[in-house]
């Protein structure tokens, strides 16, 4: 029997991924919130989960480490793909990539007047797409977290980061400005192990599709 790698994140991709497994006949051991393992086994042999950080999904399955993963659209454009099939959208984890500003900040002005804007991210490659398009001159901020704390203390007048609810940028007097794209999880698998581990792939590919539709 074949063996497989699943790459995967803990929190919100791992849970909403925990059903399409299922449906595939795989489940985990372990629980990976409670659990300090980074390799969990599941109740097939042959098929075992590694328990990465979200933007470090694409690069183990770039390199083979993993086999196959899950990972955001955001995470697969600041990646850049290479060496990765992207066969199926998952619909999980949706939420959308979105520009906000504080409520004070008469944003749609500043663009109108062709205002240099500073704008603080962790999605540098999105941002500099999407202000690029619009013809908006932008410096960009590179951050890991917590982006909306930026405008608030001076270090930028925008932000772009990913919101669900919503509640987050309200908690915080911001409001969002622009949608520059909606964000879902997709799988992924590394390009040879989908040629030289077709027969063990292709199923579970199959599963998900399936348990997507419904
Ligand atoms: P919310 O308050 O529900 O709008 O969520 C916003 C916060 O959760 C922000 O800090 C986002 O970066 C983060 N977030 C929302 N959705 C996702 C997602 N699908 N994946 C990763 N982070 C997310």
């Known amino acids: 029997m074949t063996d497989i790698t699943i790459a995967l994140s803990k929190g919100r991709i791992f849970d909403d991924t925990a059903p399409l497994l299922k449906a ?6 372990d629980d990976p919130e409670s659990s300090r393992k980074l390799i969990l086994d599941t109740n097939r042999p042959n098929v075992r ?3 990465v950080r979200a933007s470090d999904v694409p690069t183990y399955v770039q390199y083979g480490a993993a086999d196959m993963g899950i990972a955001g ?5 600041e990646h850049g793909g290479a060496a990765l099939c992207q066969p199926l959208d998952l619909n999980i984890a949706c939420c959308r990539m979105m520009v906000a500003v504080p409520e004070g900040f008469d944003y749609e002005s500043a663009v109108r007047q062709g205002a240099r804007l500073r704008i603080a991210t962790k999605y540098l490659q999105t941002a500099r797409e999407h ?5 908006v001159h932008v410096d960009l901020i590179k951050l890991y977290g917590s982006m909306e704390l930026a405008p608030l ?6 932000i772009v980061d990913l919101v669900s ?3 987050t940028l309200k908690a915080n007097n911001l409001r969002a400005v622009e949608e520059i794209m909606p964000i ?9 192990a989908l040629k030289l581990k077709q027969k063990t792939i292709q199923p579970i590919l ?3 599709a399936d348990a997507v539709k419904q």
């Open 24 to 29: 595939a006949g795989i489940e985990a051991l």
């Open 49 to 51: 989960l590694v328990i």
């Open 73 to 77: 659209k955001d995470v697969l454009i």
């Open 131 to 135: 202000f690029a398009d619009k013809g």
């Open 153 to 158: 203390v001076g270090l930028a007048d925008a």
């Open 165 to 167: 609810t919503g509640n």
């Open 184 to 192: 879902s999880s997709r799988l992924i698998i590394n390009q040879a």
């Open 206 to 208: 199959d599963a998900f």
